[in-house]
């Protein structure tokens, strides 16, 4: 049936009543409703801007660390040899790394090397006297005399661009002795980072610098958790700099705003079509329009609470409504394609392209809903790289990355079946999610992962056999579900798996220890 033609079935008018409870509805229960969800979705839009403005410099922070806390840093401070700074401080690898400016400076604020990307970050762009950054930016004498890796970050005007920075001192690998300068990496904030951060945050937001030497009254900073007291389009916030001035104005583009008032001439006129209109009509709009419209807001009510898309039914008497849900199930199909696309990216760890730490936690989280379900096995594997913090001492950071990336590659092309998932648990270890029918497959993998590595024939000077870069594997292998199991969780099973890699490595390295876990008992097998 065409709307058109049940509408013409419907000659009666709605009572006048309706219009009184409409209105009653509106402001009393409708607009209060509209204006928490729409407060709370501004909040939620907000933090995640902020979020991402974080997770954009930690990524610096780290970075910065590892390059301080090393030995070979720590010489350089003493004598800058170019042949080190060619190969392990480049130009290539800093933009790469979006890095646009590092600054090493002895433990008086003197600089002693620098890389800059453009002109506005040379070194005469620094102020006359580094001494005043010592405390906010440069380490100062207590932090000094710790001995102790510390970290300075934040905003600082530099130049003529506001950066992001962050500062470490310099000290041997082992995190403990004489502190012999800082390391100072910066980012400039520009139109790149920015889209950068909206593409992590989802949130429609610009960053526009400030004139330091004015004053800004009446704008609230956004150092602390924002807080929405009135709803509008767009919000502002200060940026201040790591001496607390105002550095970044962040505006904030909000994709839902407040509805408009009932009492407009156009929704009068409504109001008064549909009592002339509907009267007598309640039952069958009931039935045929107001059911599928209850439904299709109870369908993105849910999404909305859920964080998931989902189908809306079409089985409906009306051809509009059965095409509009078709419609909306295409755009929520296409939506997840998008969505699945874009949850790809965040689940790859950015040096090896293997899953993640995030990846793991779904991953492992679906396996082990699945295996208590009374679904095939479960198991998992850690594996550790041997000797690899005197790899990276002795070969440098350089080749300790690309050691790590080739290995990865070869771990995930014996993780091919269904049911496997390599992820990079944290450095030079990875995590292997199995979820499986045979337990000899789970010992069969984890012995050419062994094997494999050490084919690579990665040399290895500080190596424990043969001069060759070697793992060791810990892992606990889980029968099918019984209740003995139910208080054990993935995470309880990885620190298990992690417990047998440390007798591995304790056993002499480049060996396999596996749990297997069944119902009444446990067996070890080497």
Same mark, same amino acid.
């Given at each position: 049936?065409?709307?058109?033609?049940?509408?013409?079935?419907?000659?009666?008018?709605?009572?006048?009543? %309706?219009?009184?409870?409409? %209105?009653?509805?509106?402001?009393?229960?409708?607009?209060?409703?509209?204006?928490?969800?729409? &407060?709370?979705?501004?909040?939620?839009?907000?933090?995640?801007?902020?979020?991402?403005?974080?997770?954009?410099?930690?990524?610096?922070?780290?970075?910065?660390?590892?390059?301080?806390?090393?030995?070979?840093?720590?010489?350089?401070? =003493?004598?800058?040899?170019?042949?080190?700074?060619?190969?392990?401080?480049?130009?290539?690898?800093?933009? =790469?790394?979006?890095?646009?400016?590092?600054?090493? $400076?002895?433990?008086?604020?003197?600089?002693?090397?620098?890389?800059?990307?453009? +002109?506005?970050?040379?070194?005469?762009?620094?102020?006359?006297?580094?001494? =005043?950054?010592?405390?906010?930016?440069?380490?100062?004498? @207590?932090?000094?005399?710790?001995?102790?890796?510390?970290?300075?970050?934040?905003?600082?005007?530099?130049?003529? !661009?506001?950066?992001?920075? %962050?500062?470490?001192?310099?000290?041997?690998?082992? #995190?403990?002795? +004489?502190?012999?300068?800082?390391?100072?990496?910066?980012?400039?904030?520009?139109? +790149?980072?920015?889209?950068?951060?909206?593409?992590?945050?989802?949130?429609?937001?610009?960053?526009?610098?400030?004139?330091?030497?004015?004053? /800004?009254?009446?704008?609230?900073?956004?150092?602390?958790?924002?807080?929405?007291?009135?709803?509008?389009?767009?919000?502002?916030?200060?940026?201040?700099? *790591?001496?607390?001035?105002?550095?970044?104005?962040?505006?904030?583009?909000?994709?839902?705003?407040?509805?408009?008032?009932?009492?407009?001439?156009?929704?009068?006129?409504?109001?008064?079509?549909?009592?002339?209109?509907?009267?007598?009509?309640?039952?069958?709009?009931?039935?045929?329009?107001?059911?599928?419209?209850?439904?299709?807001?109870?369908?993105?009510?849910?999404?909305?609470?859920?964080?998931?898309?989902?189908?809306?039914? %079409?089985?409906?008497?009306?051809? #509009?409504? *059965?095409?509009?849900?078709?419609?909306?199930?295409?755009?929520?199909?296409?939506?997840?394609?998008?969505?699945?696309?874009?949850?790809?990216?965040?689940?790859?760890?950015?040096?090896?392209? *293997?899953?993640?730490?995030?990846?793991?936690?779904?991953?492992?989280?679906?396996?082990?809903?699945?295996? !208590?379900?009374? @679904?095939?096995?479960?198991?998992?594997?850690?594996?550790?790289?041997?000797? $690899?913090?005197?790899?990276?001492?002795?070969?440098?950071?350089?080749?300790?990355?690309?050691?790590?990336?080739?290995?990865?590659?070869?771990?995930?092309?014996?993780?091919?079946?269904?049911?496997?998932?390599?992820?990079?648990?944290?450095?030079? #270890?990875?995590?292997?999610?199995?979820?499986?029918?045979?337990?000899?497959?789970?010992?069969?993998?984890?012995?050419?992962?062994?094997?494999?590595?050490?084919?690579?024939?990665?040399?290895?000077?500080?190596?424990?056999?043969?001069? &060759?870069?070697?793992?060791?594997?810990?892992?606990?292998?889980?029968?099918?579900?019984?209740?003995?199991?139910?208080?054990?969780?993935? #995470?309880?099973?990885?620190?298990?798996?992690?417990?047998?890699? /440390?007798?591995?490595?304790?056993?002499? &390295?480049?060996?396999?220890?596996? +749990?297997?876990?069944?119902?009444?008992?446990?067996?070890?097998?080497?």
């Amino acid at each position: 049936m065409k709307l058109n033609h049940f509408l013409g079935f419907l000659g009666l008018a709605l009572l006048l009543v %309706s219009f009184s409870l409409a %209105s009653v509805l509106y402001y009393l229960v409708y607009l209060p409703a509209i204006e928490s969800e729409v &407060r709370s979705q501004q909040a939620r839009e907000l933090l995640a801007v902020q979020m991402g403005i974080k997770f954009a410099q930690r990524n610096l922070d780290v970075l910065c660390y590892d390059y301080s806390v090393w030995d070979e840093m720590v010489g350089f401070v =003493a004598v800058r040899d170019e042949a080190f700074s060619r190969s392990n401080l480049s130009s290539n690898a800093f933009e =790469a790394a979006n890095i646009d400016g590092a600054y090493l $400076f002895n433990t008086d604020g003197d600089l002693l090397w620098h890389y800059s990307s453009s +002109e506005k970050l040379l070194p005469d762009t620094l102020p006359n006297n580094n001494k =005043a950054w010592i405390g906010s930016v440069l380490p100062d004498l @207590k932090e000094i005399e710790k001995q102790v890796p510390t970290t300075r970050n934040g905003l600082m005007n530099l130049g003529q !661009s506001v950066v992001y920075f %962050s500062n470490t001192s310099v000290l041997p690998s082992d #995190e403990e002795g +004489e502190v012999v300068g800082s390391l100072l990496m910066v980012r400039a904030i520009n139109s +790149e980072l920015t889209e950068e951060i909206q593409q992590l945050s989802l949130v429609n937001f610009s960053l526009d610098m400030l004139d330091p030497t004015k004053e /800004y009254d009446g704008i609230e900073t956004f150092d602390a958790v924002p807080y929405i007291d009135s709803l509008a389009q767009k919000h502002m916030w200060l940026l201040n700099d *790591v001496f607390g001035i105002p550095a970044l104005k962040i505006s904030v583009t909000h994709d839902k705003s407040l509805s408009p008032s009932l009492f407009t001439p156009e929704s009068a006129v409504l109001f008064f079509t549909l009592v002339l209109v509907s009267l007598g009509t309640i039952i069958p709009i009931s039935i045929m329009i107001l059911k599928p419209l209850r439904t299709a807001n109870k369908v993105l009510k849910k999404m909305v609470d859920s964080g998931k898309l989902i189908k809306m039914k %079409s089985g409906w008497h009306i051809d #509009e409504i *059965v095409k509009l849900s078709l419609s909306f199930n295409q755009v929520v199909e296409k939506l997840e394609r998008h969505q699945n696309y874009l949850e790809s990216l965040s689940y790859k760890d950015p040096l090896t392209g *293997v899953a993640n730490r995030r990846s793991l936690e779904v991953f492992a989280q679906r396996a082990h809903e699945q295996w !208590s379900e009374g @679904k095939g096995l479960i198991g998992f594997l850690m594996i550790d790289i041997d000797n $690899f913090k005197a790899y990276n001492d002795t070969l440098g950071h350089l080749a300790g990355d690309k050691a790590i990336l080739t290995i990865a590659q070869t771990l995930l092309l014996e993780c091919r079946r269904r049911g496997e998932l390599l992820t990079r648990y944290g450095g030079e #270890e990875f995590c292997v999610v199995i979820h499986g029918d045979n337990i000899a497959q789970m010992e069969l993998l984890s012995k050419r992962m062994l094997k494999q590595v050490w084919e690579l024939n990665l040399y290895h000077p500080e190596a424990s056999h043969g001069k &060759r870069v070697t793992v060791s594997i810990g892992g606990t292998l889980y029968e099918r579900y019984s209740p003995s199991f139910s208080d054990m969780t993935w #995470e309880m099973m990885v620190g298990q798996a992690d417990a047998q890699l /440390y007798e591995a490595k304790m056993s002499g &390295r480049n060996q396999i220890k596996l +749990e297997y876990a069944k119902e009444q008992q446990l067996k070890l097998v080497k």
